[in-house]
């Protein structure tokens, strides 16, 4: 039995600018963070030939070009060697949340089916594959932060030059603000998940057209981006609060997808209840919130008090790893 984690990801500053229709013209930058939450995928040999696939459905075939999940089927496309196999994959936040869920899946199964065929297989390398099964193969409008964070964890920054080389490094911040963002970090969910890729195609249609309007809103994003490594290094986590709140502004400026009255209501509540800043994680539309504040007891007590389910977490600094 192999088990392979990867885990999923809060995005800090510069989304959106990791986008192929943006860094193929304009270059990208962002920063990204691994949390303690996880995508599981558990691969054993059947004793019965043929593909066994568990997970929020069940699927069994003999042939992989009939495989409904679209990653699963990219995936063993290539690697499966032989007749027999059955994947299990579990996940401790549900998908379609703006958490990443789908890179980190693309990772894990990647990595647990070389770990099956008894290869290796390189950080770079394993991101690099994840990404193309779902902008290249899948035609996704998705960019590279998903899978890249997955695989390289803790609280990193991303370059990506206009061939789409990515460069990772880890944001050089010490352990006295690495502790204040675990503290003042608060993790929300809305209640209700949506479908990124309507939103994301949007934006990637807009840029597809050189909309100057989109652009400069990206430009001005990946500057915020870094503005918050910037204050990040320096401690200043204050700082990043405030540049989360005009970083949602301009993620609402995008899209009218983006929000809603209930978001907006929530949003406009938290600060008035002790956030200095915060945004919706990923594409927006729902999903999950993320808050800065000063006083968490405070902020965590008064958005209890709207029935909204936290996610306590800290950073993963080991990213996506076989446990088993």
């Known amino acids: 039995m192999i088990i392979v984690r ?3 990801r809060i995005s800090l500053g510069g989304g959106g600018t990791d986008l192929p229709s943006y860094y193929n013209k304009k ?3 962002f920063i990204s963070a691994a949390i303690d939450r996880y995508v599981y995928v558990t691969i054993t040999r059947p004793f019965s030939k043929g593909i066994y696939l568990k997970y929020s459905k069940i699927e069994k075939t003999n042939k992989v070009k009939n495989i409904k999940h679209n990653i699963i089927r990219e995936v063993l496309n290539k690697e499966l060697k032989n007749d027999r196999i059955e994947i299990t994959t579990l996940a401790d936040i549900p998908a379609k949340t703006g958490l990443g869920s789908s890179g980190s899946f693309a990772t894990a199964l990647t990595k647990a089916i070389y770990s099956y065929n008894q290869k290796m297989i390189g950080r770079r390398e394993l991101a690099e594959l994840a990404c193309n099964i779902e902008i290249n193969k899948l035609k ?3 960019g590279k932060q998903d899978q890249f964070i997955s695989v390289y964890g803790g609280i990193s920054e991303f370059q990506i030059n206009r061939k789409g080389f990515v460069k990772a490094k880890n944001l050089k911040i010490n352990e006295k603000t690495i502790l204040d963002l675990e503290d003042n970090l608060l993790l929300f969910f809305t209640g209700f998940s949506r479908n990124s890729s309507l939103i994301l195609k949007e934006q990637n249609n807009k840029s597809m057209k050189n909309d100057k309007e989109t652009f400069n809103n990206l430009d001005y ?3 915020l981006g ?3 490594k910037k204050n990040l290094t320096k401690g200043n986590c204050e700082e990043f609060g405030r540049l989360m709140n005009k ?5 609402l400026a995008r899209s009218k997808k983006m929000s809603n009255p209930t978001i907006n209501e929530i949003y406009n509540f938290a600060l008035k ?3 200095i800043g915060g945004k919706l994680i990923g594409a927006g539309g729902g999903g999950f919130f993320l808050f800065y504040t000063n006083t968490p007891n405070k902020l965590r007590k008064a958005l209890t008090k709207k029935k909204l389910k936290e996610v306590r977490f800290k950073f993963d600094f080991e990213g996506v790893k076989q446990i088993l």
């Open 273 to 275: 209840n002790g956030a």
């Open 226 to 228: 870094y503005e918050i």
């Open 27 to 29: 270059e990208g930058f």
């Open 140 to 142: 996704q409008p998705t």
């Open 247 to 251: 970083h949602w502004e301009y993620k």
């Open 6 to 8: 990867s885990p999923l």
């Open 221 to 223: 994003v990946k500057y």
